[in-house]
């Protein structure tokens, strides 16, 4: 019954590799989160989806592209990983990005690039 | 711009003792305000939120936190800490008009002696 699920849990890969983290929720969420939380526990947004659409986009760089097939779930490529993509990468949901509603959080995907 | 501080890398209380956790942050208007709490290896987990109304909002655990406009803070208490709250606390603030976005602060561990 978890609500916000992400997988892998861990993943380390080598410099240059292409990976995917891949979310799913199952609170019937419109709008889905992807943050960052790089080596000094600094939480940073990513990316915003509403009902599948951009609405977020921080300064990332295109490297990263968020793939959202429906509502319930938003993936995370990343291209031609590099040593400075090493974090933990939380993906959330709320509800309707009109209001301001509470977040929940994903386990978190930990990345290690080699 | 807006900003999240948490001005206390670290924190250790004794067990028993009360806590006080600081967040001050910069916004123009009324922010949307939460605590998070982070244990080790794990995901966020919401403890408190405060949108308006009653400026004393009470959360999971015992935890409560205090919205002073005055003093753009919005500071987390225990009146008791036990072992199993140490972890890492982070303190948000919301946007709608940014489309949900959360800023965080650099978080807080906390340490609990014995």
């Known amino acids: 019954d978890t609500a916000v699920s992400q997988t892998p849990k861990y993943l380390v890969t080598q410099m240059g590799n292409d990976k995917s983290i891949k979310c799913e929720q199952n609170?019937?969420?419109?709008?889905m989160y992807w943050y960052k939380q790089d080596s000094k526990k600094f939480l940073k947004i990513m990316f915003s989806?509403?009902?599948?659409?951009?609405?977020i986009n921080e300064t990332v760089p295109n490297r990263f592209s968020p793939k959202s097939p429906d509502k319930a779930h938003l993936n995370l490529h990343i291209n031609s990983l590099e040593l400075g993509d090493s974090a933990v990468y939380f993906c959330?949901?709320?509800?309707?990005?009109?209001?301001?509603?509470?977040?929940?959080f994903g386990p978190g995907t930990r990345l290690l690039v080699l | 711009a807006q900003s999240v501080t948490q001005p206390d890398i670290h924190i250790t209380v004794s067990e028993g003792a009360s806590l006080e956790l600081r967040c001050n942050y910069s916004?123009?208007?009324?922010?949307?305000l939460f605590w998070y709490v982070q244990s080790p290896g794990q995901g966020l987990q919401l403890l408190l939120k405060?949108?308006?109304?009653?400026?004393l909002v009470q959360g999971i655990k015992g935890f409560e936190a205090e919205f002073k406009r005055s003093q753009s803070s919005f500071n987390l208490r225990k009146p008791s800490v036990h072992w199993s709250d140490a972890a890492e606390y982070f303190c948000?603030?919301?946007?709608?008009?940014?489309?949900?976005?959360?800023?965080f602060g650099a978080g807080t561990i906390l340490r609990v002696k014995s």
């Open positions: 959330a949901s709320s509800h309707l990005a009109g209001g301001l509603e509470t977040q929940y």
């Open positions: 609170l019937g969420h419109d709008t």
């Open positions: 405060y949108f308006s109304g009653d400026t």
């Open positions: 948000a603030v919301g946007f709608m008009e940014y489309g949900n976005k959360l800023v």
């Open positions: 989806y509403n009902n599948k659409e951009l609405i």
């Open positions: 916004y123009g208007a009324t922010p949307y």
